[in-house]
């Protein structure tokens, strides 16, 4: 059973909109979120996240909120820009702060931003 | 900044090959993973390791094992390589204390003929 969902596999958007990219969650374990972004033949990089206490975090064009009651998260870009067109993906943890590291990762979504 | 290394970026193997993929840190971190990526799968988890010699498995450890002999190195060993093991392999760190970020590697693909 998943535990992280990205129910959208791709998503494609004009160059200078906003891409809001979604995630759902089952565990309400869950106390912090992140997002990673991946290029072909390359590893995921971080790029933002959220702690179970937020409800909004920034840094630049990038934005993650965070709704509990819905287990619900999204990342908007905002604007969107041709270099932004990876795959993102979403994932959590049920020990924020703690030694263990584990984490859980959505199945991913293919942004593809638009000249 | 973080460094992770892994051995190669592609790798050609053919069935029934014992095959050993090498995962290198240089940032002292305590935990590492190893992840497969398939299209439509997203990542999963094959085993981690917290500390050296030890291991626990993922989500998907048949067909695998690790060694951790040195913090600074994490190996994933296909015992008999099959077809269905051809994939994108990752390695990430941890650092054990603070931030839940892990840092990933280039990643190998790997093809089973």
């Known amino acids: 059973d998943q535990q992280v969902k990205q129910n959208s596999p791709s998503l494609s958007v004009q160059e200078g909109r906003i891409s809001i990219l979604n995630c759902d969650y089952t565990?309400?374990?869950?106390?912090?979120f992140l997002w990673y972004k991946k290029y072909p033949a390359e590893g995921p990089t971080f790029l933002i996240s959220?702690?179970?206490?937020?409800d909004k975090n920034e840094d630049g064009r990038f934005t993650v909120f965070l709704n509990k009651s819905a287990k619900h998260l999204s990342l908007h870009i905002v604007p969107s820009q041709p270099g932004d067109s990876a795959v993102y993906f979403c994932?959590?943890?049920?020990?924020?702060?703690?030694?263990?590291?584990?984490?859980?990762f959505g199945k991913g979504t293919k942004l593809s931003v638009k000249p | 900044d973080v460094k992770v290394t892994q051995s190669s970026r592609y790798l050609v193997k053919r069935t029934g090959e014992k095959v050993f993929l090498e995962c290198v840190q240089d940032?002292?971190?305590?935990?590492m993973f190893w992840y497969r990526q398939d299209p439509g799968l997203g990542l999963r988890l094959i085993y981690f390791?917290?500390?050296?010699?030890?291991?626990e498995k993922g989500d998907i450890p048949e067909g695998y094992s690790v060694s951790r002999e040195k913090k600074e190195r994490f190996s994933l060993i296909l015992e008999s390589a099959s077809t269905n093991q051809t994939s994108m392999y990752l390695c990430?760190?941890?650092?054990?204390?603070?931030?839940?970020?892990?840092?990933f590697g280039p990643g190998t693909r790997l093809t089973v003929l």
């Open positions: 990430a760190t941890h650092t054990g204390i603070g931030t839940d970020t892990q840092y």
């Open positions: 390791s917290y500390d050296v010699k030890m291991k």
């Open positions: 940032m002292d971190h305590e935990n």
């Open positions: 994932a959590a943890s049920t020990n924020y702060g703690g030694s263990q590291g584990n984490l859980i």
């Open positions: 565990n309400s374990m869950f106390d912090y």
């Open positions: 959220i702690s179970s206490i937020k």
